[in-house]
């Protein structure tokens, strides 16, 4: 039904052809540079300030973006390239940071015809950030509680999320 209505951008929010809305990225030009010494500078700041215990590294997890896990849906004007581009140079700088580097998208794409995120929303679901989790564990040599441990509830049936919110298609279900 809202294929037939409207496909294309509101409040610069994407309506894929599915009724996922995904919100437009910041995504810089091409030769554009990127800066991450607030990013850096927020590790750094966390760690003089004793917060944590000591008993760990700082661990960079990057989580990487929706679109990336919808690839095949993305409209044709999407700047998948610059996109792609994007995420690997912020990688770069990361990786050369010094601390240990861990990729979330990495560790989740392989779940990624799953529902990470929320349709309506630019969040992980319970089971994105379940996959996100073990990651993060599994690079702390932890292992993670299989996911059959886990009993899902739906908390409400009436969640719309941030995108829905923005982009005005009020007749799309959450």
Known sequence: RQSLLFLGKSNGVFLLSDGTLLPEEPILKEGE????TLLM????AYEQSGAHSGKYETVIALAGKKSAFL???LPF???VSLMKDNSSHAESIL???GKT???LKEAMMPHGEQALYYKTDHHWTSLGAYYA????LKEYGKTPAPLSDYTVQTATDDFRGTAYNSAGLYFLEG
């Open 33 to 36: 540079p990127l800066n991450y």
């Open 77 to 79: 004007d999407y700047p």
């Open 101 to 103: 580097f861990l990729s």
């Open 41 to 44: 500078n927020t590790v750094k």
């Open 71 to 73: 690839e095949g849906k």
């Open 133 to 136: 989790t073990a990651a993060i």
């Open 95 to 97: 990786k050369a940071s």
